[in-house]
């Protein structure tokens, strides 16, 4: 998934999309 390797944006997206623990 190359929103997971956003970065930014990204991982905030993926974040509230998917609660996992990107940080």
Do not use: C, T
């Not at 990204?10 to 623990?21: F, K, T, Y």
């Amino acid at each position: 998934m190359p929103e997971l390797y956003a970065g930014n944006g990204g991982v905030s997206r993926v974040a509230v999309i998917r609660p996992q623990p990107l940080r």
